[in-house]
């Protein structure tokens, strides 16, 4: 059956370095994979989009890259702050016709001064 | 920028009891979502809509869940005998075109609490 992974451990780091985040799926190759935050007792925010034919996507400190050979997406934040504490989620949508995001268990990323 | 509202943002009802959870999609989106969140889980796909009608569903989505958009604006979800398992937060998403394209907009959630 086809998985979404991510790393359920916590990640720490310092402000100001590069924090990076780890999607793996298995068997099915999507068309796209979608990165999400989500704050505690909040709904899930929309950060980048990549498709299959994107090796890579930026907006502003994030980037996103997606490997189909690896089946593998990397959700980088440079020049980290408190204020991206939060949890990321990636997913991705099984169907391929976009109505039924499959998403990931989300990885924890915690800034500190 | 603009919202997905739901209310209420949080309901406590009995086992057994009628919920109806509110959404009111983006003004020009035409694809509307229901997700779920059990504390601690992943978020769940339930039900996707579009042209007023059930365009995907999940194993979740059993006879006791139902969608309707009654009137140009609301979006609602109704659980018809609430289950102890039914308690989670329920988000409402939407987006302006399907695939995925552009990512969804989610709502805040409605903490629904089974006693």
């Known amino acids: 059956s086809q998985k979404i992974e991510q790393n359920s451990e916590a990640l720490n780091i310092q402000e100001g370095k590069t924090a990076t985040l780890t999607c793996n799926y298995t068997?099915?190759?999507?068309?796209?994979l979608q990165w999400y935050r989500q704050d505690p007792g909040r709904g899930p925010v929309f950060l980048l989009l990549?498709?299959?034919?994107?090796k890579e996507k930026r907006k502003e400190r994030l980037k996103v890259t997606f490997d189909t050979t690896l089946k593998q997406s990397l959700f980088h934040i440079t020049a980290s702050q408190p204020a991206d504490s939060a949890t990321y989620l990636c997913?991705?949508?099984?169907?391929?016709?976009?109505?039924?995001?499959?998403f990931g268990t989300g990885t924890q990323l915690k800034v500190e001064l | 920028e603009p919202e997905v509202t739901q209310t209420p943002s949080h309901q406590v009802t009995q086992m057994g009891q009628e919920v109806i959870l509110r959404c009111v999609p983006i003004?020009?989106?035409?694809?509307f979502y229901w997700y779920r969140q059990i504390l601690g889980q992943k978020v769940e796909f339930l039900v996707s809509?579009?042209?007023?009608?059930?365009?995907?569903k999940s194993e979740i989505f059993d006879d006791q869940f139902s969608v309707e958009r009654p009137d140009g604006s609301n979006f609602t979800l109704k659980i018809r005998s609430t289950k102890l398992e039914d308690s989670a937060m329920y988000f409402c998403?939407?987006?302006?075109?399907?695939?995925?394209?552009?990512?969804?907009?989610f709502g805040s959630g409605t903490r629904l609490t089974v006693v």
């Open positions: 990549i498709r299959e034919n994107e």
């Open positions: 003004s020009n989106h035409l694809y």
């Open positions: 068997n099915y190759s999507p068309a796209y």
């Open positions: 809509f579009y042209n007023n009608e059930i365009s995907e």
């Open positions: 998403a939407s987006s302006e075109v399907g695939q995925g394209a552009y990512g969804y907009t």
């Open positions: 997913a991705y949508d099984l169907t391929g016709g976009g109505n039924k995001l499959t």
